[in-house]
């Protein structure tokens, strides 16, 4: 053998061969991953949206400005006279809701006041109103009192229930009642069902 040779098979003994021999094996695993095939995937929701809770009296938000609900008014009562009068409690918002309504008075006659919540219609004579349906509520008209308890739920955009009130002049309310007034306010509070 030449001494070129031997050189070489010195040099690039046993040990050489097997870690050139690794180099190639894991040069080889490297451009095989770098050929691999790979993929993603996306996904987006459909719209994710809120609903509303509003609540309408006679057609009128009633929010921030009360509804002006003058068919509930009478002048020149006496002790025992009534009077009623309806008022439509509509949902126009987009989910169901149910509601609870309060009743509070002010003025010098609202102690003697009392007013019953009722469903249905009204009805009036000179001196005395009614109401048709079912008593839900009544209370004297002093301190706020829930008057209406839970109600519903009313459908949405759409869903109605007509309220009949009836407000009555205590039979023994005293002399010191005459030419005095009273007014009294009706909070409607609803929230979704």
């Given at each position: 053998m030449s001494t070129a040779r031997r050189l070489i098979r010195a040099v690039v003994g046993p040990r050489t061969r097997a870690l050139l021999t690794l180099g190639t094996v894991f040069g080889l695993g490297a451009v095989a991953t770098l050929a691999a095939w790979s993929d993603t995937?996306?996904?987006?929701?459909?719209?994710?949206?809120?609903?509303?809770?509003?609540?309408?009296?006679?057609?009128?938000?009633?929010?921030?400005?009360?509804?002006?609900?003058?068919?509930?008014?009478?002048?020149?009562?006496?002790?025992?006279?009534?009077?009623?009068?309806t008022l439509p409690v509509q949902n126009v918002g987009s989910l169901p809701l149910q509601y609870t309504m309060t009743a509070a008075g002010a003025g010098t006659v609202a102690q003697y006041l009392t007013v019953a919540v009722f469903t249905g219609a009204a009805s009036n004579t000179a001196t005395t109103g009614s109401c048709s349906g079912?008593?839900?509520?009544?209370?004297?008209?002093?301190?706020?009192?829930?008057?209406?308890?839970?109600?519903?739920?009313?459908?949405?955009?759409?869903?109605?229930?007509?309220?009949?009130?009836?407000?009555?002049?205590?039979?023994?309310?005293?002399?010191?009642?005459?030419?005095?007034?009273?007014?009294?306010?009706?909070?409607?509070?609803?929230?979704?069902s």
């Open positions: 995937a996306t996904a987006t929701s459909g719209i994710l949206s809120t609903g509303t809770v509003d609540l309408a009296l006679a057609g009128n938000q009633g929010n921030p400005a009360p509804y002006a609900f003058v068919g509930l008014s009478k002048t020149g009562m006496l002790p025992g006279h009534s009077v009623a009068a079912g008593q839900l509520g009544s209370t004297v008209l002093g301190a706020t009192t829930t008057v209406v308890p839970t109600r519903g739920p009313l459908a949405a955009t759409g869903g109605n229930e007509t309220l009949c009130f009836l407000v009555t002049l205590s039979a023994a309310a005293p002399a010191s009642a005459q030419n005095q007034s009273a007014t009294a306010t009706f909070t409607f509070a609803a929230t979704a």
